[in-house]
């Protein structure tokens, strides 16, 4: 998992795409903000990409990125803490000084990166109560760090996050009223009592003192000194949206329950599948089959696992041949699971094609591939644009990909996403006509549920977003700098375009004395996009197994369920954190 800037680097190539010199693809601006200084082609200006502020904070994040890399990369169970490690000598304490002074030099660089304290292992963490002699240097890093976390995890308490977004995503709808709210990094108390960076009596004396309800109460959660309060939901009529994610939620958690308890049968060695026609009882044998050998492997039983595994393998490519879009995302899953457990070899999953991206990577993904697979009617599509005089008088010759396409782990049927974006001088009372007159050029955009519009307009030679005052739900602005900075770019001559509307975002002194308010809002919205919604609820589990530890899935007060604690998790967590919820200030 260690960084290297080329093995990040993307060039683009006629490998997948028939690209011409009016098209072309430019990776997300995120990506390009994490490598600055290391590239001559940017994505940026020359104002932008030259800018020593930016240049020394990308630096500082991919060299924090490296190092905390090679400690992932050398401690390859999640659930090893760094003592087990140092004492194993899979890694230095060098190594691990050299950690604790990065991680407190970052936070101290910006308020703002204080959050990466949410998301880093509990194994990465000094054990303060450890009794063990360690090197005078390490000693001095860790009472650095600890110091300087202790002061982020305090200011943390007074920073309030939907609780859903660390659980499951369930988020009402904005008419339904205000979703419950916590306080995630009072959550943290049970892992910071354990390592010793604070005691019980810290955390009473905040209790007394506060007059914050919010504190009060995430923090009784943490010490499990309260009821679990789960807010009762007021009866409403959900949107189609909602009711169609939730059977599939459902469907998937009845799924896995019923194949879970057929797994359990498989430790009798003499039990074996029945032959199912029903399409659902087949995908619970499937199913079962992959969490059997989980379990043997979790259960350390590893060479049991992998014969369990030979001798299922014909089972599993035929239903792979034979199946549906569901099938092959169960045995997607359950093969990522299993070469994770090595149970199998990579081999197996190239046979079938499939291949498990590394979603701590900036980029899991090729642009140009992914545009291949799934959008290549955008290239054609820029085309269209340019060639008809009224569209091209309306809206840019560019596209915006983004969501879980992009991000490396879309299942086969996911939604496609993308962005458009209209000229200054499109009249909104004309939208209708130009999104039809699209529709038909591009017939492809006919099977894509919701498409999203930037409107621009001109202020002093500068493109800028245009404020829409009639509520057409997917008209979007600069609240959604997310898929700017996280999408990939399918389009012909539009620097300018993009240039404009990203780079105001690193300059935002016209907010006067809500600038830092304004900058924390996009930071999180970015926060959100790229570590929770839905890399945390489902992306993750799709590629990785569970590895949440027993004492906390079995807290409840704390959502110990959730993939937010799953300690594989949160190395990905925080390597995506140091490269891609970035946003510098460059006033």
Known sequence: MA?????????????????????????????????????????????IRTNSKLIDQAKQRRDLSQKIGEVFNSVVDVNMNIDQALEANLIISEQVTEVYNSLADFIQTD???????????????????????LPDDLITAQNKFTDIYKKAWFRLLYESDIRANFVDGDILEPEIGEPPRVRKAAHLVPTLLKCGMINKSEVLKIIEITSDNEIKH????????????????????????????????????SLVLTASNLAEKFQDESFSLSKETDHDKQLINLKSIFIAGENFSINNNNEKAIEFGKKYQQLIIESWQTGD?????????????????????TETLNKLGITVPDLSLPLPINPEKIVSQDFNFLIDGVKE???????????????????????????????????????????????????????????????????????????????????????IKTIIGPPQIHFLTGGIW???????????????????????????????????????????????????????????????????????KSDYWDPGFRRVATQLFLSRVFLPDLN
Not at 118 to 131: A, E, G
Not at 229 to 252: C, G, M, T
């Open 385 to 471: 644009i340019l060639q008809d005089k009224k569209l091209s008088e309306n809206i840019y010759p560019a596209f915006l990909i983004f969501g879980s396409r992009v991000k490396g782990y879309a299942d086969q049927d996911a939604d496609k996403d993308l962005a458009i974006f209209f000229k200054p001088n499109t009249l909104l009372e004309n939208r209708d006509e130009i999104l039809e007159l699209l529709h038909n050029k591009i017939p492809e955009l006919n099977n894509i549920e919701k498409i999203l519009e930037y409107w621009t307009e001109d202020r002093n030679g500068n493109l800028r977003f245009r404020q829409i005052s009639e509520k």
């Open 3 to 47: 960084r290297n800037v080329e093995r990040l680097q993307f060039t683009p190539s006629s490998e997948f795409l028939p690209l011409n010199s009016e098209t072309q693809i430019t990776p997300p601006a995120g990506v390009d903000l994490f490598l600055a200084g290391t590239k001559e082609n940017s994505f940026f200006s020359q104002e």
């Open 111 to 133: 308020t703002n990166n204080s959050r990466i304290i949410l998301y880093l292992p509990s194994q990465i963490l000094p054990s303060l109560n450890s009794k063990k002699e």
């Open 325 to 345: 879009l569901e099938t092959k995302n169960i045995i997607v899953n359950g093969l990522s699971h299993w070469h994770k457990l090595a149970i199998i070899e």
């Open 490 to 560: 399918i389009g012909s001559g539009c620097q300018k375009l993009q240039q404009d509307l990203l780079e105001q975002y690193f300059k935002l002194d016209s907010f006067g004395d809500q600038k830092e308010q304004v900058r924390l809002n996009l930071l999180r919205q970015i926060e959100i996009d790229v570590l929770q919604c839905r890399l945390m609820h489902k992306g993750y589990r799709k590629f990785y197994p569970s590895r949440i530890p027993t004492a906390i899935e079995n807290n409840k007060l704390i959502d110990g």
């Open 218 to 253: 995430s923090l009784k959660e943490g010490l499990s000194e309260t009821t679990y309060l789960k807010e009762p939901i007021p009866e409403f009529e959900i949107s189609p949206n909602r009711a169609r994610w939730k059977k599939q939620v459902h469907r998937e958690e």
